[in-house]
């Protein structure tokens, strides 16, 4: 299994931020994620963010790309802006995660530059474990 280190996979994540205004209330692609599957394959989304709540996060949209693969265990994932800035999934993003993903507490989320952190760090109490 090939090894994608932190600074590629943050690279791979950034090379697909295209921010788009697709109409009036939809953008796309402010936001890039990558992230690294347990048989080692790489998936990518960006974020669809529309005026009516209805879009989605770019780590929805790297799910969803690795489950249309039939893949659903998650190793590592990164999320970014064009600038190059690193964020943080959102709670229902760490939910999705923590639900989709076999062993989902372990998964690396690089939420730094230098800093990855366990998903079980940022969702201390999933919502079916309580």
Known sequence: MVQIGNEELIGIAKSVVKPKRISREVSTGTIGCALVTGKGNVYTGVCIDASCGIGFCAEHSAIASMVTNGEF?????????????????????????????????GIEIIVGKNKVLKLKELLPSPWQKV
């Open 73 to 105: 265990k998650i190793r590592k994932i990164v999320a970014v802006s064009q600038s190059g800035k690193i964020f943080p999934p959102c709670g229902r993003c760490r939910e999705l995660m923590c639900q989709i993903s076999g062993d989902a507490l």
